[in-house]
C-alpha cells in the first residue's frame, strides 16, 4: 500500500497524524504484533533513526496501532505497523 499526497516542495512531505507529521508518499506493511514488538527494538539496537519512533497510535479507540516510520537507504519513506486486532485494520 502508498499513501500518497502532491509535492509541495519541501524535501520531505507530511499530513498531520495524530499528532505526528506522518511522511508521504510511504511505503506501509502490516506486521503480527509481536513481530513488530521484534523488529522495532531490533531496529532501535542497531541506531536506526527514525522520522516517527515505535509508539501506540489512537491509544484506547477505533483503530488502535503500533506504528512506526523510518527511511530506506534511497530516502523512501517505510510505515510499519501492528494492530493486536486485525479487525481494527481500515476500522474507522
Request: charged share 25%; no cysteine.
Amino acid at each position: 500500500m502508498i499513501h500518497y499526497k502532491p509535492q509541495t516542495g519541501e524535501a520531505l512531505h507530511t499530513n498531520a497524524v495524530d499528532g505526528k507529521n506522518v511522511p508521504v508518499p510511504h511505503y506501509g506493511v502490516v506486521l503480527p504484533w509481536d513481530t513488530f514488538q521484534t523488529f522495532s527494538k531490533e531496529l532501535k539496537s542497531k541506531g536506526v533513526e527514525f522520522v516517527i519512533e515505535p509508539y501506540v497510535r489512537f491509544k484506547g479507540e477505533v483503530g488502535e496501532q503500533a506504528t512506526m516510520f523510518f527511511l530506506d537507504p534511497a530516502g523512501n519513506a517505510l510505515e510499519f505497523k501492528a494492530f493486536k486486532d486485525m479487525d481494527q485494520l481500515f476500522a474507522k
